[in-house]
């Protein structure tokens, strides 16, 4: 029978390696390699506090004694001692060695042949093992079936490593999202939002602040609580912080939060925030989600209440990812914000000016307020006002800076 390897295109070899991808060709490779060895089952045992744990399992029909999730204690079982080199790593007879018939498994399943290899990590420490065993003794077996099991552990157990190490940074990243959850959420800078015609400023823009850490930027703390499941948690507490503020807005100024369509669905407390505050007329929610909102009647039946309450809406980053013209259309937004990759050098950008300019014009002909993002410089600024932009916000007209 021929040998299929699993192959590791699309499972993103390097920084992009995705863990579906990765527990997908370990899924695969069992298969693959219980039907070429004939063998009735392939597994792979993660050793962890003690005990092995089976973290994968591929049977035959006939087999089903064990499944993911199940463990024993790992000094009663093949795996410590083919690791430790107490027996050996093919055995085509179980009979034949009576250091096994003190296993228990041994007469339990019962285990008539058996080959397993070690899984080593990088400083050369087992892991855990990969095994195939029938219940009945298989004489046929050899080195070469040997060497082919030693190949698919080096690819398997290269997986599993990712795995772990992906494990072990989602706990870490998860109980680093928790505490700022459980200690009130993120503080909350302000960014003035400046009217260009007066040089008042008209409003704030909420921007959360996270402890330090690496490259964890907000957008990163963000994302990596959506792929932990604790975005609209995270959302939900930067929320609270930054309706805290809302007293201390001077009258007639409104606050810009930032919410994804998401958290909307997932969270009913977080329309409840919008319209439960006395402030609601001052509160303008930035839709932030980057993704394709698929049910928009949906979220328009959560936006009712909100408008209702007086809240407006705002698309984030318009000109950019699915904030398109449909995107805005099916919204109809009170406010849109120009993203800062068209206001970047528009100064000496015609490009971009007639792209600002078309939206100028589209705010007006439908009543919706445009306010251009990132605003770093005096020749973006002209540029802007040039084109009949009354609303903007950057470094160059207002750093965030956290409230006393």
Partial sequence: MSLRVPTTQGAGLGPQRRPDASREIIRESLTSLRSHLGMQVAFVGRFAGGRRVFEYVDADSTFYPISPGQSDPLEETYCARV?????????PDTAEVPALQE???????????HMSVPMRDENGEPFGTLCCFSTKADAGLRERDLEVLRMFGDLIGSHMQFLIAHEQASRRARARIDRVIVRGGPRIALQPI?????????????LSRFPAHRDWTPDRWFREAESLGLGPALEASA?????????????????????SAHALFEDPDIAAMFTASEYSA???LELTEHDQ????EGLDDLLGPLRRAGVRVAVDDAGSGYAGLDHILRLGPEVLKLDRALVEGIGDHPGRQ???????RFTQRTGTMLVAEGVETGRELAALRDLGVLYAQGYHLGRPTIPD
């Fill in 83 to 91: 690791t430790d080199g107490r027996i050996p790593e093919l055995i």
């Fill in 103 to 113: 296993i228990a498994a041994t007469s339990l399943l019962p285990v008539g042949s």
């Fill in 194 to 206: 400046v009217n260009l015609v007066t040089g008042h400023t008209y409003g704030y823009e909420a």
């Fill in 239 to 259: 929320l609270r912080a930054s309706f805290a503020h809302l007293p201390d807005l001077p009258e007639q100024t409104v606050m810009s939060v930032n919410v």
């Fill in 282 to 284: 001052q509160v303008v």
């Fill in 293 to 296: 909102v698929d049910d928009y």
């Fill in 354 to 360: 007639a792209m600002c300019e078309a939206m100028v």
